[in-house]
């Protein structure tokens, strides 16, 4: 690798991270563990690990606004970005500087010598010796891919949360669902907590977590929620209760699951009191995630921004689409990556739809427009109009939305990050 003294930039060395290993995603815990080793990172008081299909940003962001407000610093890694690299390694909520990033990333290359990172481990490793630097507390590590061999599990967590299990990453992690669960059941650890944060549990994680000696909590077993008629929410863990929680700033039932295993996890920490409700309530009304339902309106048009990409997050979205009030058409701009299940997701969102708009990605795993276009019409008798960019489906989505309609961008991070760029340089030039 080039000196990494000459690497002054941010930019420079993430272009130059994507050449080292010659495989994007190359599952196992052998390299980044030796490299682990070699940089001898003190242990943080506690490293919460957060796994499963979906939620796992939003559980991660929840998770750390509590802890925060609880009084601890909390360092947060996820992936991926929407914008910027530094939106992966937080600290107390904020984006570490590009700084910080580029001498964490030369620290890790003095300890790598010969061995080939991927792009994800390399980070990985960056982010933990960055918590390091600034004395974090707690470590919240969100898994990239499955579990058992991600770089995350390469650190031993006092606890974690596995959100949900359903199909994604069926190239890496098995074509059912009990080899799914198998795979991001390998974050478990003996006599550690493990919640689980789904009403709908595959065997594989009880037999796991049974077989290791964890500790698992099951969402509607070990605690549970009930969301009441004034929009406030009871929360229950054991013999934990705590009523009339003020609603999440996060949009849909879903983000109060998120919530509730969160609490559950807390609930589960040695040594930690739990929250008050005003601790509580003031942690969760000013959580903000972009590219989660999130709605911006421009020329009396909804716009929609999410990043689903699978069928459960379709199902979500469909259920939120039909709550929303508006008297127009759906027009949706979608992009999506290879590995992605595209004819379940149209079946399922497809009855709310009148215009559908495909785009090209840049990313190397992206569909192809043509043959996402294929993939869309061969199950819908409704035209799929192709364009060669994200921006220009915006455009075209732009000049035919009508006061009333929705224009919802979806199908990845890689087509609602540019998308959320674009639409805020609308509304600038207004």
Request: net charge neutral; aromatic share 8%.
């Amino acid at each position: 690798m080039k000196n990494s003294k000459t690497l002054d930039s941010l930019e420079n060395w993430l272009v130059r991270l994507e050449t080292l290993s010659s495989i994007e995603i190359n599952l196992g815990l052998e390299r980044v563990g030796v490299v682990l080793k070699r940089l001898n990172l003190k242990k943080f008081e506690y490293v919460i690990s957060i796994a499963g299909t979906n939620g796992k940003g939003s559980t991660a962001a929840i998770l750390s606004a509590l802890l925060r407000e609880m009084g601890f610093c909390v360092g947060s890694y996820t992936s991926p970005h929407l914008h910027k690299y530094n939106e992966r390694i937080n600290i107390n909520g904020i984006s570490v500087s590009d700084e910080q990033i580029v001498q964490a990333f030369k620290r890790v290359e003095s300890k790598r010598q010969t061995e080939p990172l991927t792009y994800f481990e390399y980070g990985t490793l960056a982010a933990l010796s960055i918590f390091e630097e600034n004395r974090v507390d707690i470590a919240i590590l969100e898994v990239g891919l499955g579990g058992r061999l991600d770089a995350v599990n390469a650190i031993d967590s006092n606890a974690c949360v596995i959100t949900n299990i359903t199909f994604d990453h069926c190239q890496w992690l098995g074509n059912d669902i009990e080899s799914i669960a198998l795979e991001k059941a390998g974050i478990m650890r003996k006599n550690k907590p493990v919640v689980f944060g789904s009403k709908t549990v595959p065997s594989n994680i009880k037999k796991h977590a049974h077989k290791i000696g964890s500790d698992l909590l099951l969402a509607g077993i070990d605690y549970d929620f009930l969301v009441n008629e004034n929009g406030t929410w009871d929360w229950y863990c054991k013999s934990i209760v705590v009523n009339n929680i003020k609603n999440l700033s996060l949009n849909g039932i879903h983000q109060i699951e998120n919530a509730s295993a969160a609490l559950a996890l807390i609930a589960s920490l040695k040594n930690i009191k739990f929250p008050s409700k005003k601790i509580i309530n003031r942690s969760l009304k000013d959580i903000f995630l972009p590219g989660r339902q999130e709605v911006v309106c421009l020329n009396d048009v909804i716009w929609m921004f999410d990043v689903a990409h699978n069928p459960d997050a379709a199902r979500v979205l469909y259920d939120t689409i039909l709550k929303l009030d508006y008297d127009g058409n759906l027009i949706i701009v979608v992009g999506f990556l290879m590995d992605k299940q595209v004819s379940s997701f149209v079946k399922i969102i497809h009855s709310l739809v009148h215009r559908w708009i495909v785009c090209d990605l840049d990313h190397p795993r992206a569909i192809p427009a043509e043959k996402l276009s294929f993939l869309i019409s061969s199950q819908l008798d409704k035209p799929v109009q192709i364009t060669d960019s994200i921006s220009i489906a915006l455009n075209h989505a732009h000049a035919n939305a009508k006061p009333g309609d929705i224009v919802l961008v979806t199908g990845s991070f890689y087509t609602v990050g540019p998308a959320l760029k674009w639409i805020e340089l609308q509304i600038q030039d207004k």
